[in-house]
């Protein structure tokens, strides 16, 4: 006989996300990252006086905004219980097809094919990072196929199609919408810091107010109760799927504007930063944990434990090992903190 779902059960459902949700936003244990971030201020003064100059903290969060974009998406993909490895490329395959539909076929150093207006550039590298996430959703919800798998192999497909169409080579000569959003100051402070703070509070409202943005929580913790519960599953995925891939491409844009070009290698090794972050920010890998105020806070952390190391003198190819060795350690202290096993 099949076993029914009491009302009970299915009304402690649809409360578990927003319950949750509500709580993880004032949990104590995201502001343990606070204490961190403050004893690496004090080491990097201690390092280089010039640590705590405007100049350098302004240069340390600026940097921390393109990387914060990739890892409010995989934060919120990781809470609804997926992930998605072809963020690193996106944020780098999303410029490049808008440079190469935008940009004039001849006169310049890239060839393009000039298919569409100049002006468009911005709202095709969206729309690029909009379909990876849908086409990603595509393959997990309808072809079931392993999500871990399958963005490896979009990660894998999308890098080798950003060389192919550079040829190897850097596209100089971006549009000036591209320039504006990673070259400009709002009242003395990057416009790509206001838009990855606003974008972060949006975030984070919506995973406090919102309906859809609470069952997240229901989804990533338990996806079968969440469904009987009335909770669109697949559809609310989708969509959040699609959503980091929009904001990888975002960070595209503000990357390509800050640097002024495409770099032929983008966004190359940037998901184990990604992964670093949302971990050590107390985001769950099993779904259903974190708020975005960890995940950000993760961020800043990695992007001052570099800093600190470049003003120390200690070379820029230890970093990779750093990003390892703190989500190793992260995982250790989640595993006996929590006392769950991590399979």
């Given at each position: ?33 606070v ?24 240069n340390v969060?600026q940097?921390?905004s ?40 001849e006169?310049?150093?890239f060839?393009g ?19 990876i ?6 393959m ?7 999500g ?34 990673g ?39 338990n ?20 959503v ?12 390509t ?6 770099a ?8 184990f ?12 890998l ?58």
């Amino acid at each position: 006989m099949t076993e029914t779902l009491q009302p009970v059960q299915v009304d402690e459902a649809k409360s578990a996300g927003g319950a949750r949700s509500r709580l993880d936003l004032i949990r104590w244990s995201d502001f343990s990252l606070v204490p961190v971030i403050l004893v690496l201020l004090v080491i990097g003064y201690i390092v280089s006086p010039v640590f705590l100059t405007s100049d350098n903290l302004i240069n340390v969060v600026q940097q921390s905004s393109e990387l914060s974009l990739l890892v409010l998406g995989q934060a919120l993909i990781l809470i609804a219980g997926r992930m998605d490895l072809s963020l690193e490329s996106t944020i780098g395959i999303a410029p490049v097809i808008a440079m190469w539909l935008v940009l004039p076929t001849e006169g310049g150093r890239f060839a393009g094919l000039e298919w569409f207006p100049i002006w468009t550039a911005v709202p095709i590298c969206l729309l690029v990072g909009a379909l990876i996430g849908t086409f990603n959703g595509f393959m997990m919800l309808k072809l079931h196929v392993n999500g871990f798998i399958a963005t490896l192999g979009m990660l894998t497909m999308l890098r080798g199609l950003q060389i192919g169409i550079t040829e190897g080579k850097s596209i100089t000569g971006v549009p000036e919408s591209f320039r504006y959003l990673g070259k400009a100051d709002w009242m003395g402070i990057p416009a790509s810091v206001w838009i990855c703070l606003a974008l972060f509070a949006v975030g984070g409202a919506a995973l406090a107010w919102l309906r859809h943005g609470r069952s997240l929580y229901a989804i990533g913790g338990n996806p079968e109760a969440a469904r009987a519960a009335g909770i669109r599953v697949d559809r609310i995925t989708w969509i959040v799927l699609a959503v980091g891939g929009v904001l990888a491409a975002l960070a595209g844009i503000l990357y390509t504007g800050h640097y002024g070009s495409v770099a032929a290698n983008q966004g190359n090794g940037w998901i184990f930063q990604v992964f670093a972050a949302a971990v050590i920010g107390g985001i769950s890998l099993k779904g259903g944990r974190g708020t975005l105020f960890g995940a950000l806070t993760g961020v800043l952390t990695l992007q001052l434990v570099v800093n600190v190391m470049t003003l120390g003198g200690v070379p820029q190819l230890w970093n990779q090992f750093l990003n390892g060795a703190i989500i190793i350690v992260a995982l250790i202290i989640s595993r006996f903190a929590s006392g769950e096993k991590q399979d």
